[in-house]
């Protein structure tokens, strides 16, 4: 048959190298390139392509401790992370040249409520099925958005529940990390599913008046912010982290509220 026949057939091969493994794969079944499948190659509408690559930069790998047949999607960022700056640069400027005049203050000004650590619970108030309530967990905390439905969960009072709980406009940022570059990674909070943070992540719940939550998501993940504004703010040791009083210091820079939503 011609090269560029649409004929149902495939070989994949894997080769085993003793490392990494195949439990999970990336596949996507592409039917069209946009070009026509016969030896003229005319261009056609139909193409695969672009939604190809789309799925591939936002694809997930799985935790290397899931167990069973459970999935828990970690999202692989760096595209994602490159395209954010891009947007955030055209849109507002660098923060540490503010070309546009924005104006700073620091954050403690800009809260709906004041920081918030999370909690401790010993080990034998987690569960393994659904009577607990999910929590989130440093690791769980390091690529973005909380990925929900595999968190782990833990047996927490009613009160425990208002003291810890997590909203979506909410961001929680990372307080140690062993690395520097690490340490205050912000993440933001999805699903509708009640929903509380273990102690090494700090909530911050924005005054929503001023303070848009995903800008100042964004702003928190821009590298020129973090080296400029953030670092200064972390303590070098064995375990980097920031603490209260150093995320109340970094000073955001803020464009209308309107521009901030867009």
Same mark, same amino acid.
């Given at each position: &048959?011609?090269?560029?026949?649409?004929?149902?057939?495939?070989?994949?091969?894997?080769?085993?190298?003793?490392?990494?493994?195949?439990?999970?794969?990336?596949?996507?079944?592409?039917?069209?390139?946009?070009?026509?499948?016969?030896?003229?190659?005319?261009?056609?509408?139909?193409?695969?392509?672009?939604?190809?690559?789309?799925?591939?930069?936002?694809?997930?790998?799985?935790?290397?401790?899931?167990?069973?047949?459970? &999935?828990?999607?970690?999202?692989?960022?760096?595209?994602?992370?490159?395209?954010?700056?891009?947007?955030?640069?055209?849109?507002?400027?660098?923060?540490?040249?503010?070309?546009?005049?924005?104006?700073?203050?620091?954050?403690?000004?800009?809260?709906?409520?004041?920081?918030?650590?999370?909690?401790?619970?010993?080990?034998?108030?987690?569960?393994?099925?659904?009577? @607990?309530?999910?929590?989130?967990?440093?690791?769980?905390? &390091?690529?973005?958005?909380?990925?929900? @439905?595999?968190?782990?969960?833990?047996?927490?009072?009613?009160?425990?529940?208002?003291?810890?709980?997590?909203?979506?406009?909410?961001?929680?940022?990372?307080?140690?990390?062993?690395?520097?570059?690490?340490?205050?990674?912000?993440?933001?909070?999805?699903?509708?599913?009640?929903?509380?943070?273990?102690?090494?992540?700090?909530?911050?719940?924005?005054?929503?008046?001023?303070?848009?939550?995903? &800008?100042?998501?964004?702003?928190?993940?821009?590298?020129?912010?973090?080296?400029?504004?953030?670092?200064?703010?972390?303590?070098?040791?064995?375990?980097? @982290?920031?603490?209260?009083?150093?995320?109340?210091?970094?000073?955001?820079?803020?464009?209308?509220?309107?521009?901030?939503?867009?």
């Amino acid at each position: &048959f011609k090269p560029y026949a649409g004929v149902s057939t495939a070989v994949l091969i894997f080769t085993k190298t003793g490392a990494g493994g195949t439990d999970w794969v990336w596949f996507y079944d592409m039917t069209a390139d946009g070009l026509s499948l016969d030896d003229k190659r005319q261009p056609v509408q139909e193409n695969d392509i672009p939604d190809l690559l789309q799925r591939w930069h936002s694809r997930v790998a799985p935790d290397v401790a899931v167990k069973d047949a459970s &999935f828990k999607g970690l999202p692989l960022l760096d595209e994602n992370e490159e395209l954010l700056r891009a947007v955030f640069l055209d849109m507002f400027g660098n923060p540490v040249t503010n070309p546009k005049g924005w104006e700073f203050r620091q954050l403690e000004e800009l809260l709906a409520e004041p920081l918030q650590n999370g909690a401790y619970f010993h080990k034998d108030y987690y569960v393994d099925d659904h009577t @607990g309530i999910e929590m989130v967990h440093m690791s769980d905390a &390091f690529y973005g958005t909380v990925q929900r @439905g595999n968190l782990k969960r833990v047996n927490a009072t009613l009160a425990e529940i208002e003291k810890y709980k997590l909203n979506s406009n909410d961001v929680i940022v990372t307080r140690r990390s062993l690395n520097y570059e690490g340490s205050a990674k912000p993440c933001l909070v999805s699903g509708d599913e009640p929903l509380i943070f273990e102690s090494s992540l700090i909530r911050v719940r924005a005054n929503q008046e001023v303070l848009d939550h995903i &800008f100042f998501f964004s702003y928190m993940s821009l590298p020129e912010a973090r080296k400029a504004f953030v670092f200064p703010n972390v303590t070098k040791s064995t375990i980097s @982290g920031i603490n209260q009083a150093g995320l109340y210091r970094i000073p955001i820079f803020l464009p209308p509220l309107s521009l901030q939503r867009n």
